[in-house]
């Protein structure tokens, strides 16, 4: 345990239960001033409602916050900021139809008499994004940035309240390890000034490059807390979950390579409809995971949707099981046995409002309709043979989509496409926020797909999720195929010096 006596911000046995639920028991926390202090724990455990309890969007049921030494009750969030502690949430919802400049000072623009000052406030703006090495113009509109873009500059708003303590909760799920190195830049720099930053993750690599402290959380308990130094990612992992879990990359090396179920060659996308690949040739084999890595904005995601049919290509060809095929929309590309599990499952994977239930028939829908009506019981027996098969927690298939953990989610979005008949299964980002235990079920349930033959494409951000569990990686660079590396060729290293070179520079593997 912690030897210091004094902290800048303490937590003494706050519980905090919502109907049905005690989402934090008793839960002790110390945080040291100029110190990264990251919380870990499953999906559940009390992570985020522990943070919103320190932010002002949760009042604690019992227990006390010390915050500088005196106790500590927010009202609300806008308390919490002006005391000094803001939160960059995992969710985001910037106004897209704002500028920079007017998304981080909303709600408190520097005015002229009665007026906002717009060129105090874009010239402040255009200060703070050139000390954070983050190159965005300050009257672009949030619109045109990805979720990397969006991520940034919430953490740029979250600095510039000139806080004691910054709460991120996933900030790096959605952006490249160049602009990880940005943020960690900027978390070192907030440090020695003597800020505070409280930091969830779910990824181990992060964790010991990040963390001064640990504390894991496990169904809403303290399970043990203290400097770095007193733990390994497995401890980490075992205390997270309550078990080892030593396969949390279960993928072996592939004895044969099953036939050639699709081949894609010379596939591009001309700059009238986004422009962002061109000249993508590479085969995918049944009972294969495909890795695909590479940075932001290579094109990785982009080229899936067209092979999808979301979007269009202008030239090259898709050819499955030996013929050619030109897949206009999704309905053709599930006709011919692809499907695809999208990078953000609450907007494009999930209709969140709705129930389990209605969401497993979303994608067959024709499978359960006869005579004009909807048969229910075939859809309940989908469900249970689904929720069986990827051992989904939900004692309910009506309840609600949003009522349920990440990695539950995520299950939900494989099962609604498996009760189809599916041999090629994209899977995009197919563990992004989600816990390590879910994140071991899933590739799991990957390897189990593979060895029956179904072939896998995953795009991934993570290194090791890549180099773990695909047999061969396909690395792009702005828009090309820079390399084709073996499972046996494919280390972090190789895939990052592909991922940044250029095609004439790479010598990457053979298709």
């Given amino acids: 345990m912690f030897q210091e006596s004094r902290y800048l911000l303490e937590t003494r046995g706050v519980s905090k239960s919502f109907p049905g639920v005690q989402a ?56 919490a900021i002006q005391m000094g502690i803001s939160m960059i949430y ?15 000072w909303l709600g408190r623009e520097p005015k002229k008499g009665l007026f906002v000052d717009f060129k105090r406030m874009y010239s402040d703006t255009a200060s703070l994004l050139k000390n954070l090495n983050i190159p965005y113009n300050p009257r672009q509109t949030m619109r045109s940035f990805s979720i990397a873009g969006h991520q940034l ?28 190195a940005v943020l960690f830049r ?5 440090t020695a000034k003597g800020v505070a930053v409280l930091y969830i993750t779910h990824k181990m690599d992060e964790i010991f490059r990040i963390a001064d402290d640990i504390t894991v959380l496990r169904d809403g308990a303290l399970v043990e807390t203290g400097p770095k ?74 080229l899936m949707r067209a092979i999808f049919g979301l979007d269009p290509y202008t030239k090259g060809a898709v050819i499955i099981n030996g013929k050619s095929v030109h897949i206009k929309n999704p309905a053709l590309a599930i006709g011919f046995g692809i499907a695809m599990v999208s990078e953000d499952r609450k907007i494009y994977g999930l209709v969140v409002n709705r129930s389990a239930h209605e969401n497993i028939s979303l994608v067959n829908i024709k499978k359960y309709i006869k005579t004009g009506f909807v048969r229910d019981r075939i859809i309940d027996e989908d469900a249970a043979a689904m929720k069986k098969l990827l051992d989904i927690k939900i004692t309910d298939f009506k309840a609600r989509v949003d009522t349920l953990s990440g990695g539950n989610q995520q299950k939900l979005v494989l099962a609604k496409w498996l009760v189809g008949n599916v041999k090629i299964l994209i899977m995009d980002e197919p563990t992004r926020g989600i816990d390590v235990g879910a994140k071991a079920e899933i590739h799991k349930l990957m390897d189990k797909f593979a060895n029956e033959g179904m072939a896998i494409i995953m795009i991934s951000s993570e290194l090791p999720e890549i180099v773990g569990m695909s047999d061969r990686v ?21 895939i990052m010096k592909l991922a940044t070179r250029s095609v004439s520079d790479s010598a990457g593997g053979e298709v």
């Fill in 186 to 190: 900027q978390i070192g720099i907030l």
């Fill in 90 to 104: 995992q969710e985001l919802n910037p106004v897209l139809g704002m500028t920079v400049g007017e998304n981080i």
């Fill in 24 to 79: 934090l028991n008793a839960v002790d926390l110390r945080v040291r001033r100029g110190k990264v202090h990251v919380i870990c724990g499953e999906n559940g455990a009390g992570k985020s409602t522990l943070m919103k309890v320190l932010n002002g969007t949760y009042a604690a049921g019992s227990g006390e916050i010390m915050y500088h030494g005196k106790n500590f009750k927010p009202r609300d969030t806008q308390d």
């Fill in 474 to 494: 396909v690395i792009m660079h702005e828009g090309r195929i820079s390399g084709i590396l073996s499972r046996s060729e494919a280390t972090q290293e190789a």
């Fill in 229 to 302: 130094e007193n733990f390994t990612p497995e401890k980490v992992v075992a205390l997270m979950v309550g078990r080892e879990i030593r396969t949390i990359f279960p993928k072996n090396e592939m004895s044969s390579a099953g036939g050639v179920v699709m081949e894609v060659r010379g596939l591009t996308q001309e700059p009238a409809q986004g422009g962002r690949f061109r000249d993508i040739s590479f085969d995918l084999h049944a009972g294969e995971i495909l890795g695909f890595a590479g940075l932001v904005g290579a094109g990785r995601t982009e």
């Fill in 153 to 180: 500059i919430e953490i740029a708003k979250a600095i510039s309240r000139d806080a004691h303590v910054i709460i991120m909760d996933e900030p790096t799920s959605a952006i490249s390890d160049a602009e990880v």
